[in-house]
């Protein structure tokens, strides 16, 4: 039986990195009304972070988080997690060439479960690529309290090519 070497982790350029962050963090609009901020970028997976603001809530007497807020996070983690599997698939390009393939990028079916309220200081977001085809990405989110409790989980497709 032949035994071939482990394949060397990826490791992504500065250049990547700081192209998907500007992307991510301001160049969708969106998210940085919602403060989504990138706290960890792999091609394994993506963690990300929103503040409480008084902007998010969604029901006042409880300063619970808007439910859309969750959701419209966990998509955009799900979208991020496929950006950087796309990128781990195309290390022979250049990082300015591989940050253009984001393009055509775009959510198809998204669901999410609400576990607990959403409520806290801040707010941890996993989000993992289930599986990358030449089309169609499946990915796993999840939504997490500051003490890292689960309160809200989401399954996402997204078009790629």
């Not at 792999?42 to 029901?59: D, F, T, Y």
């Not at 940050?99 to 707010?123: M, N, S, V």
């Amino acid at each position: 039986m032949t035994r071939h070497p482990p394949a060397a982790p990826v490791v992504f350029e500065d250049e990547f990195v700081a192209g998907l962050r500007d992307i991510f963090e301001d160049r969708i609009v969106f998210n940085r009304v919602l403060g989504l901020k990138i706290t960890e970028l792999s091609p394994e997976r993506v963690l990300g972070r929103i503040a409480m603001r008084p902007e998010l809530v969604g029901h006042f007497s409880f300063n619970r988080l808007h439910g859309g807020v969750v959701s419209a996070g966990l998509d955009a983690m799900g979208g991020l997690a496929v950006m950087a599997a796309i990128g781990a698939r195309h290390m022979d390009e250049a990082p300015l060439q591989r940050l253009h393939r984001f393009g055509k990028l775009g959510t198809i079916d998204l669901r999410i479960d609400y576990l607990r309220p959403a409520i806290g200081e801040h707010f941890e977001l996993r989000a993992e690529v289930l599986r990358l085809g030449s089309r169609v990405a499946s990915t796993r989110m999840e939504f997490l309290g500051a003490d890292g409790k689960l309160l809200s989980s989401g399954a996402g497709a997204y078009i790629i090519s």
